[in-house]
């Protein structure tokens, strides 16, 4: 029975499984970096769309009370201008 043995050195092993270490943590934290940015970025974009959505929604709202008090007073004045014709 022959065992051979290798002399190997720390250096050596540092070598060859630090490289490839490095470059599976150097993509490890871009992808983490990326990610960092990307999450808050979009969080703030979608807060800024909703934002948005609910100040449409509260302008619509609001035009939409001014049109319906225009029209029942359009209406109102119509009625009134109408019976007075009458009466008469």
């Not at 970096?33 to 619509?60: C, E, K, N, W």
């Not at 035009?63 to 201008?81: C, E, F, H, P, W």
Request: proline content about 1%; glycine content about 4%.
């Amino acid at each position: 029975m022959c065992i051979l043995y290798e002399t190997l050195t720390l250096d050596d092993i540092h070598s060859t499984r630090g490289s490839a270490m490095n470059k599976v943590s150097i993509r490890t934290y871009l992808l983490l970096l990326v990610f960092a940015i990307s999450v808050p970025f979009a969080t703030v974009v979608g807060y800024g769309i909703y934002r948005d959505m609910q100040q449409a929604i509260a302008h619509t709202k609001n035009s939409l009370r001014i049109m319906a008090n225009t029209m029942v007073n359009n209406t109102g004045d119509k009625i009134a201008s109408a019976r007075h014709a009458l009466e008469q």
